[in-house]
């Protein structure tokens, strides 16, 4: 294995960004939940209150305190979170949630570390000297079924990611263009050339060119037993691969019990896990939401769940007194998506004056009381790519009312602008419950009412506006997404008919840069390329970017051996933790 390589890439564990509701998902710096200790207070942050902890580990004041009905649950573990849509597949998996259960199920070639970088787990690997050939050589690993796990199975999980029909969130041909895709996916071919199984444990994947996420799309991704989903994939038509959605079969630490949309997934623990059957026999999804997340935790009926972090909930978990805490900057961003393909968002000056017209900072500090900040491009403070030297879009009625003007958005006698016959109303697409879209819509609405604007919030539940979203059927709505430590993973939602890019948004400019942002290892010309990105992604305003705030993942005491960070989520460790 090229160690070298690892460290050029920052090589990351999805390819892929995943949507949430509310910016969870993701945590922070990588601090594992003691057994007992002190608080590890590294982010401090001095308040008119006075000093804010906004980074570390907290543990638990006083675990005595811990109810019956957590305590007397000996051999399973219910974490909480927003409710999956049933997309239990590793190459169909969009949102958060439906990733937590795909990588509770599926296992791949690879696994995360805390820095970012990769490590074997179902197989080792090797680069070649030019880094467009990697050849991995599996474990010996069975999935649940008792079957074992082998190179074909490999090669037809990527090779379905290649696959004409395929509309899934990866866009593979961009990450990972291997000698043959092209052929395949026209149909011309009834096989990739650049997939070859060597042997039953073998595996050599060979790309025309060097691509810096290459490795991520073979070894990030959940694999596929072709024995269950083989006979229901024909080159060509995927339809079958989708109704097997809520039936997943992997080799990852769990399997699916049964599946109630809308209150619970209920996995057991996969006898057959190469890596011994996990220590917490059941493990339990349960659905929760902003306001019953903390009451569950609570009451015990809950083990984990990561509700959004305020002064007021860091209070109100102290005061529990059972609850470990693990506090640290998400390694993601908010944002308002702009429904680009609508003509009334067409102009930038109106995107920019949007902007500058709505009081971002109130926002935030409204939600998070210290524990998030305003951004203003699509990446992380924690990042390397990262890039202070851009229009910070203070809020400023005036700057946005100019603009507005420019664009020709003149206002009519009603107060309302208005453009060739016209008005000017935003209907926004609210998922509820949700502490941010209760934020945004008040302020929004008194703000540009403000600039003669009309704004109408149409709430609903996240599902129903994710369906809105990838339809393309909205004008304005809030989103969360949680990234990985490479910035190329943005080349899906910002590149041109990027499989991700669900705001229209296209500039050739930025297409360009992020062909040749992918094309380099050397992070020094990256960190160049993507300043120019994201200057031009910040004037251009194809989302209003939010904020980054802090990750809080809440945990009950009993339940020992989580170990976070920005870039490793907790189902990583969920065929270690114990119940105390």
């Not at 979170?81 to 969009?94: C, H, Q, R, V, W």
């Not at 190469?274 to 349960?286: E, H, S, T």
Request: proline share 4%.
């Amino acid at each position: 294995m090229k160690k070298r390589l690892l460290t050029v890439l920052s090589l990351v564990l999805a390819f892929s960004l995943v949507l949430t509701a509310c910016g969870g998902g993701d945590s922070a710096e990588g601090n594992k939940t003691p057994d007992s200790g002190q608080t590890t207070d590294s982010g401090k942050e001095t308040t008119g209150e006075g000093e804010l902890v906004t980074e570390g580990v907290i543990p638990a004041p006083d675990a005595s305190l811990n109810p019956e009905a957590a305590v007397n649950r000996k051999d399973t573990a219910i974490l909480g979170i927003t409710d999956p849509s049933g997309i239990f597949n590793p190459l169909y998996a969009e949102s958060t949630y439906d990733v937590y259960l795909v990588e509770s199920i599926f296992a791949q070639l690879l696994t995360i570390n805390k820095d970012g970088t990769f490590s074997p787990f179902l197989a080792d690997y090797k680069v070649s000297d030019d880094n467009k050939t990697f050849t991995f050589t599996l474990k010996d690993a069975k999935f649940s079924d008792g079957k074992p796990v082998t190179a074909e199975d490999v090669a037809f999980t990527i090779t379905a990611l290649y696959d004409k029909d395929y509309d899934g969130p990866s866009d593979v041909m961009q990450y990972a263009p291997l000698v043959g895709a092209k052929e395949y996916k026209e149909g011309k071919a009834t096989s990739i050339a650049g997939i070859k199984v060597i042997d039953p444990k073998t595996i050599e994947f060979t790309n025309t060119e060097v691509r810096v996420l290459a490795l991520n799309v073979f070894g990030a991704t959940g694999i596929l037993p072709k024995h269950v989903y083989g006979a229901a994939y024909k080159q060509g038509n995927m339809s079958g691969m989708k109704d097997l959605f809520a039936k997943p079969v992997g080799a990852g630490a769990y399997k699916l019990d049964k599946y109630l949309p809308g209150q619970e997934v209920r996995l057991v623990a996969n006898e057959n896990y190469f890596m011994g059957a996990p220590k917490i026999k059941n493990l339990i999804y349960k659905t929760t939401t902003e306001e019953t997340r903390m009451q569950l935790l609570q009451t015990g009926e809950t083990d984990y769940d990561d509700p959004s972090v305020s002064k007021d909930q860091m209070e109100e978990i102290k005061n529990i007194g059972f609850l470990d805490s693990v506090l640290n900057p998400t390694n993601g961003y908010g944002y308002i998506a702009f429904n680009n393909k609508d003509p009334k968002f067409a102009d930038k000056k109106v995107r920019q004056a949007l902007t500058f017209g709505l009081d971002r900072k109130q926002i935030v500090d409204t939600v998070y009381q210290g524990y998030a900040d305003v951004v203003n491009i699509p990446q992380s403070k924690v990042s390397w790519a990262y890039t202070d030297e851009v229009e910070k879009y203070e809020f400023s009625l005036d700057k946005a009312k100019t603009l507005l003007d420019e664009a020709g958005w003149k206002v009519g006698a009603d107060g309302i602008r208005e453009k060739d016959g016209k008005k000017f109303k935003i209907n926004f697409s609210a998922t509820t419950p949700n502490v941010v879209n209760e934020a945004i819509i008040p302020i929004a609405q008194k703000n540009y009412k403000d600039l003669g604007i009309e704004f109408v919030a149409d709430q609903m539940d996240f599902n129903a506006m994710l369906d809105k979203y990838n339809k393309g059927n909205y004008d304005m709505l809030f989103l969360a997404a949680g990234l990985t430590p490479d910035p190329q993973d943005s080349e899906g939602t910002f590149r041109t008919g990027g499989s991700q890019n669900k705001t229209g948004y296209s500039n050739p400019k930025v297409d360009e840069l992020l062909k040749k942002s992918g094309s380099t290892l050397n992070v020094e010309e990256r960190k160049g390329i993507f300043k120019e990105i994201y200057q031009q992604i910040n004037e251009d305003l194809p989302m209003m970017f939010v904020y980054q705030r802090r990750d809080l993942h809440t945990i009950n005491h009993r339940i020992q051996g989580f170990d976070i960070s920005p870039y490793r989520r907790f189902t990583n460790d969920l065929a270690t933790i114990q119940i105390q």
